[in-house]
T-cell receptor, first 111, second 115 residues
Framework: RKEVEQDPGPFNVPEGATVAFNCTYSNSASQSFFWYRQDCRKEPKLLMSVYSSGNEDGRFTAQLNRASQYISLLIRDSKLSDSATYLCVVNNPGSNYKLTFGKGTLLTVNP | DAGITQSPRHKVTETGTPVTLRCHQTENHRYMYWYRQDPGHGLRLIHYSYGVKDTDKGEVSDGYSVSRSKTEDFLLTLESATSSQTSVYFC??????????????FGPGTRLTVL
């Protein structure tokens, strides 16, 4: 099983749609989880951290299921500006300063 | 945005030549990282630093060396560039390890082409 695995997509959705991204991680000892977004030919930027209780930031909701080793990101009322690659990121167990990045899921929001 | 710059932003070089990429931060963060990003592989850690003169290898360190003589600067050197090192290189910083992994902030990247 790959350390961090994401559906590669691409996802093509119309404006206003709800879209969900899923991610699985292999090591149950991982403690920190993040979603980053990366625009074309740009650097990755933190979108949100993922907490055990789940967390929401405007139209974005992140969920963590430790039992299933599964992380999700839900985007509601998607905008054209949400078009980007979304990276699932998990810390390396045994290291609290190294991260493992998924390969990303490409989202295109169409008018 | 975190104060991270990378230089050069673009570079074309020939096989066998040495290349040095620079990462500079103004945040006084302890940890600095070098990643490469290639299609189909995502971001992979090359080397990282946990303090001045303290560095360690990542998962794809062969052919690369690093140095950190000051908190703000982290240099990545390709001793003898090969075509397989054509990639986009990102520097990242984080404040501290602590009990919870800190967010990493990325520089704008360097596009390196080795002919």
């Amino acid at each position: 099983r790959k350390e961090v695995e994401q559906d590669p997509g691409p996802f093509n959705v119309p404006e206003g749609a709800t879209v969900a991204f899923n991610c699985t991680y292999s090591n149950s000892a991982s403690q920190s989880f993040f979603w980053y977004r990366q625009d074309c030919r740009k650097e990755p930027k933190l979108l949100m951290s993922v907490y055990s209780s789940g967390n929401e930031d405007g139209r974005f909701t992140a969920q963590l299921n430790r039992a299933s080793q599964y992380i999700s990101l839900l985007i509601r009322d998607s905008k054209l500006s949400d078009s980007a690659t979304y990276l699932c990121v998990v810390n390396n167990p045994g290291s609290n300063y190294k991260l493992t990045f998924g390969k990303g899921t490409l989202l295109t929001v169409n008018p | 945005d975190a104060g991270i710059t990378q230089s050069p932003r673009h570079k074309v070089t020939e096989t066998g030549t040495p290349v040095t990429l620079r990462c500079h931060q103004t945040e006084n963060h302890r940890y600095m990282y070098w990643y490469r990003q290639d299609p189909g592989h995502g971001l992979r850690l090359i080397h990282y630093s946990y303090g001045v003169k303290d560095t360690d290898k990542g998962e794809v360190s062969d052919g690369y060396s690093v140095s950190r003589s000051k908190t703000e600067d982290f240099l990545l050197t390709l001793e003898s560039a090969t075509s397989s090192q054509t990639s986009v290189y990102f520097c990242a910083i984080s404040e501290s390890g602590g009990l919870r992994t800190d967010t990493q902030y990325f520089g704008p990247g360097t596009r390196l082409t080795v002919l």
